[in-house]
């Protein structure tokens, strides 16, 4: 499962401490702290590296001294029923916005059976599945969907109009694991090009079009462009109809809608983090959170169990010549825990170079296993 890996690897503890610490330093409320490090952590520990540690600075240090980001959250609550909340999150920290309406909707659930919280002017959140799967741990379905600045282009357009909007499901299961469904609406999102990006690496061909139908592949100038709106994330299918690209811009579009349109927050072109003249303003993020109880059903333990059989029969279903196995969602991920639970984050020059300079600037007393 794993790749052989040459990046030095820092410890759970250490990574851990040193976000929190970093976070405290830039104005973050040490509790609230604890909950970003925990989400960005949990990223690398599915594997997940595209939302880790190394969008730390990039996305939230850099935000917040920016101006654009509060580092302090403040959770309004603008409307509330027994089973809905809308909250408005004044663009503070995405991740501890989301931890507070992702238990309410759970709390809520547990009483009535179904809960739902819509969120406007958040911040990004991290990775979708940290949300559902908190659902499952307390024996709940858990969904989400956020929208983001726009990336995807329509089924026959060029212009990124969505973001690349993930819809998120887990289910709880009688494995070790749940099931959890975590990708982008896109056929790839920015996270993953900012990874290509950081390393080097080309976007492969069709993941990226440009105003003129093209296949773009240069990951840095693809950053550039996409920021520009001269570039455009296919949506999930590919481009065109052959491929079913309708179906990922369709459910990007329902994601759109209900990141905005429940809580009367914003969308699409209003989510570009720029102004009409071109200074950074926060981005004004909506997210949805559901969490459905299956005691409200036929029991909890009747759907892990039944949950689980088709999950296993997928597994054990006839492989295509040359395969060694087949995957359900959820399992590569635990895959790469058991892998790196002892282990900690590897991280590469790049990764390491930002943490140093955040470590220096705030006079952190860290020193880092892989510094000399």
């Known amino acids: 499962m794993a790749n052989k890996e040459t990046r030095p690897y820092v410890d759970w503890e250490t990574i851990g401490n040193f976000i929190v610490d970093a976070f405290v330093a830039y104005g973050v409320p040490r509790e609230d702290a604890e909950i970003c490090a925990d989400v960005l952590m949990e990223s690398d520990r599915r594997g997940i590296e595209s939302h880790g540690v190394n969008r ?18 403040e959770y309004e609550v603008l409307k509330e029923t027994p089973t809905t909340q809308v909250v408005d999150g004044h663009d503070g920290m995405g991740m501890v916005i989301s931890k507070r309406a992702m238990q309410t909707a759970i709390d809520k659930a547990r009483t009535y059976g179904m809960g739902m919280v819509a969120v406007r002017n958040s911040s990004h959140y991290g990775i979708a599945g940290y949300w559902t799967t908190m659902a499952t741990k307390q024996g709940m379905i858990g969904i989400t969907g956020t929208n983001a600045r726009p990336s995807i282009a329509p089924t026959f357009g060029v212009e990124n109009m969505l973001g690349t909007n993930p819809l998120t499901i887990a289910l709880p299961t009688d494995e070790d694991f749940p099931f959890c469904i975590d990708c982008a609406t896109s056929i790839t999102q920015r996270g993953k090009i900012e990874y290509y990006a950081r390393n080097d690496k080309a976007t492969p061909a069709g993941m990226v079009i440009g105003r003129d ?9 693809i950053l550039v462009d996409l920021t520009k709106g001269e570039a455009a994330l296919a949506p ?17 579009t329902v994601v759109e809608i209900l990141s905005a349109a429940l809580q009367a927050g914003s969308f699409m072109k209003a989510l570009t983090g720029m102004d009409e003249n071109g200074n950074k303003r926060p981005y004004h993020l909506g997210h949805f959170f559901i969490a459905i109880d299956p005691e409200a059903f036929m029991g909890l333990d009747t759907f892990k169990k039944i949950a689980g059989d088709i999950l296993r029969a997928l597994r054990n279903s006839e492989k ?13 991920e635990w895959l790469v825990w058991l892998d790196r639970k002892d282990k900690g984050v590897p991280v590469n020059e790049a990764v390491q170079k930002e943490m140093i300079a955040v470590r220096d600037e705030k006079h952190l007393n860290y020193h880092f296993s892989f510094e000399k």
């Open 320 to 332: 295509a010549p040359g395969e060694e196995r087949i995957y359900t969602a959820g399992e590569k």
């Open 213 to 221: 139908g093209t296949a773009l592949t240069d990951s840095k100038q």
């Open 236 to 252: 999930l299918g590919g481009i065109g109809e052959e491929l079913a690209g309708y179906k990922g811009y369709g459910y990007a």
């Open 56 to 73: 730390f600075k990039p996305i939230y240090i850099d935000r917040i001294k920016a101006g654009i980001l509060n580092p302090v959250t």
